[in-house]
């Protein structure tokens, strides 16, 4: 008989993804070399902007470190989504 998954591992699972889409994106973001061809959508010098003006976290992380740090986390809270899951079957 196949049993959903409970609901605590299925939010466990979706707060796992988004970290780690997040973490992802600013590890990428931090590793690009030239950002601007990523995040930039205007042409002319008026309507561009540096994605890099505004700071996701304080001075002392870096945005590489804290892409690192979600990435981690995503997969501690994998592992406890499935652990939750095998273990209310």
């Given at each position: 008989?196949?049993r959903?998954?409970?609901r605590?591992?299925a ?6 993804a988004?970290s780690?889409?997040i973490?992802a ?7 690009n070399s030239?950002?601007?061809?990523l995040?930039?959508?205007g ?9 890099s003006?505004?700071?996701?976290w304080s ?5 590489e470190r804290?892409g690192?740090?979600?990435l981690?986390?995503a997969?501690?809270?994998?592992l406890?989504?499935r652990?939750v899951?095998?273990?209310r079957?």
């Amino acid at each position: 008989m196949d049993r959903q998954t409970p609901r605590s591992a299925a939010a466990l699972y979706g707060t796992a993804a988004s970290s780690a889409v997040i973490g992802a994106l600013l590890w990428l973001r931090s590793r690009n070399s030239s950002a601007d061809s990523l995040f930039l959508y205007g042409t002319s010098d008026s309507e561009t902007h540096s994605p890099s003006a505004w700071r996701v976290w304080s001075s002392a992380v870096t945005e590489e470190r804290l892409g690192m740090y979600l990435l981690g986390a995503a997969l501690v809270l994998a592992l406890a989504a499935r652990l939750v899951a095998t273990w209310r079957e």
